[in-house]
């Protein structure tokens, strides 16, 4: 079952300890939006998945956060959320791990939701043939005595 939160109100949501970002709904906007960014859309041809998938994180986290809290500068001092904080904040990978998995994976998850095919008719082993045969005879094994 698919459970829609029509709330486009932005919320908090802890990151890692120490860390929570007040970020947008994850919504298909939001979404078709980041793959216009021009940081998306500039990538090579050649790109790999993971250079697609870190300039995808960042073009999105730069629109879904709004505020965060336990970032701050070299000195320690809190600092607001920037393009470039919040790229500097991504590129370390703990942060960029648990965004794509706690955030991001929402909307993927949500997206397999409704691409999944329907069970077989006669359940999950329908047209499996079976692989195993029945044994011939005992084995025989040395008795030691």
């Known amino acids: 079952m698919i459970r829609l939160n029509l709330s486009a109100v932005p919320f908090w949501h ?3 300890p120490g860390l929570k970002l007040q970020l947008l709904p994850l919504t298909t906007a939001l979404m078709v939006a980041t793959r216009a960014d021009p940081a ?22 730069r629109r879904a956060i709004l505020a965060w809290e336990g ?15 919040i790229d500097a904040a991504l590129d370390i990978w703990p942060i960029f791990e648990a965004f794509q998995l706690t955030y991001v994976s929402k909307g993927l998850l949500l997206e397999q939701e409704k691409n999944v095919s329907a069970p077989s008719p006669t359940g999950p082993s329908a047209g499996a043939s079976a692989t195993a045969t ?12």
Do not use: H, M
């Open 134 to 145: 029945p044994a011939r005879g005992r084995a025989r094994t040395a008795r030691r005595g």
């Open 71 to 85: 970032i701050g500068d070299a000195d320690g001092n809190a600092i607001d959320p920037s393009d470039e904080a």
């Open 40 to 61: 998306v859309e500039a990538l090579p041809e050649t790109a790999s998945d993971e250079e697609r998938a870190v300039a995808f994180a960042k073009a999105l986290a």
């Open 14 to 16: 802890t990151l890692l």
